[in-house]
């Protein structure tokens, strides 16, 4: 067993992490630049489910002869894209925007501070790593 394995899979994972809420950012920026065009419909981008079964899946336990048969959830955390889901206005109110500047804010709130939190764990595990290197040094 090679004693940086479980360093390299966190890495990984927040390196992927990263990339994704920069993904949210941007759809989230968007939203909110548009909040004001006539019949703009909100986007969302899902990935928080799909990263998990990634993470929790275990590889190698299913076996299918055609894509199709069964639906198969990430078993890599390298291989979670995300999705980009349209939110269209319900209300029938109005200029057909869904967009709510107030959520947004608040999303781009919540997403600044879990991106914040990897990239401070991503920062602490390569100082580990560097500890390492220098044999304690």
Request: glycine share 4%.
């Amino acid at each position: 067993m090679n004693p940086l394995d479980p360093f390299d899979s966190n890495i990984q994972l927040l390196q992927k992490v990263l990339d994704l809420r920069s993904t949210n950012q941007r759809v989230i920026a968007t939203n909110i630049a548009n909040a004001e065009t006539p019949g703009y419909s909100r986007k969302v981008f899902e990935f928080e489910e799909e990263l998990q079964q990634a993470i929790t899946a275990t590889p190698g336990t299913l076996a299918t002869t055609n894509s199709r048969h069964i639906s198969l959830a990430p078993t890599d955390v390298n291989s979670v894209t995300g999705s980009v889901r349209t939110i269209k206005d319900t209300t029938g109110l109005g200029d057909e925007n869904s967009v709510s500047v107030d959520t947004e804010m608040i999303d781009l709130s919540e997403n600044e501070l879990l991106y914040e939190t990897a990239a401070q764990l991503l920062k602490k595990k390569i100082a580990m790593l560097s500890y390492i290197v220098r044999e304690g040094k």
